[in-house]
Each structure stands twice: as C-alpha cells, then as structure tokens.
C-alpha cells in the first residue's frame, strides 16, 4: 500500500501533522469499507454500534451497567464511538425497524431505556457472519505486535 504522502499527492510540514492526517484518512478508509458491509443490512455504522453495545448489555458481566438487558439511553450514548448528538433519531431508526426496544423507567418517568430485541439479536448474528473474512480481512497486514504499538500510541496522543 502506498504512503500516505503518495495517496493524498501531498507533502506534509511535519511528521506530526502527516500523522494526524494519517489517522484522518484511514479511519475514513475504514468507515467506507464499514458502510459498505452494512447496507446490505441497511444499518448505517452508528446504528450498528448502538445495537452491539444492547448486545453487551445483555452479557452477565456487563450488570452494572445494564439492568436485565436493559440500557438507560444516556449510557448507550457515552458508550458510543461516534458521540453524535443523534443518538436518539439513530435509535429512533431501530426501533421503528424492531431492532431495539424503548421502555420508560417506572420510578422516574425521565429516564428512557432502551434493549436490543431478538430481531436485532438476529440481525447482528447474519452480519457477524457475513463479517467473518469481511472487515476483519481489513486487518490481516496488521500484526498483534503493531496493533499494541498502534493502540499505545493513540491512547498517549488523546492523554
């Protein structure tokens, strides 16, 4: 694959700022190839975000932060990678699909909650499927080693 300096026909004023735009451009190069996977489905990548964050909340070792499966929506929107502020119309999206479930808290009538239902469940075991050999593929010239590398380095640069 060529460098990025190659790829965008640029030059860049220092190594810093070639790798912040480095990081720019691949993480658009891997949202297309995520959007591309998903229209199948016809979930955009926020919305499939949401639905396995719901997944996880079903696990047992996940009971602090979920109540019988169950998510306030705040905290499906802080766990978000993408923090849009459109959490809710993307929810709104999968509910109006089947794919989540709302429910109002009894003692607070403010507090909204949300869980995936057994469609969404479905709908995430054909895509996880389908993903075997799909965007993980996109990783295979990745070794564990610089994957390490990669995540320290970005974890130090956000501080």
């Known amino acids: 694959m060529p460098g990025i300096d190659r790829e965008l026909k640029s030059r860049f ?12 451009f691949t993480a658009n190069w891997l949202r297309t190839h ?3 996977r998903l229209k199948p489905y016809g979930i955009s ?5 949401i639905l396995r964050i ?12 979920s109540e019988g ?5 705040q905290s499906v929107k802080e766990r978000m990678i993408d923090r849009a502020p459109n959490a809710t119309r993307l929810t709104d999206k999968l509910i109006a699909k089947g ?8 003692d ?20 996880d499927a389908q993903s075997q050999g799909g965007f993980e593929s996109l990783l295979d010239g990745l070794k564990e080693s610089e994957a390490k590398a990669i995540n320290r380095i970005l974890d130090a640069w956000r501080g």
């Open 69 to 73: 499966g169950r998510m306030k929506a």
């Open 34 to 36: 995520q959007v591309t």
């Open 99 to 106: 794919l989540v479930k709302r429910e109002r808290c009894d």
């Open 13 to 24: 004023t220092s190594e810093q700022q070639k790798a912040m735009l480095n990081v720019l």
């Open 54 to 65: 719901l997944r996880g909340a079903l696990d047992p070792a996940h009971a602090s932060e």
């Open 108 to 127: 607070d009538r403010r507090v909204i909650y949300v869980r995936i239902t057994p469609k969404g469940l479905e709908l995430l075991a054909r895509v």
């Open 45 to 49: 990548p926020q919305q499939y975000n």
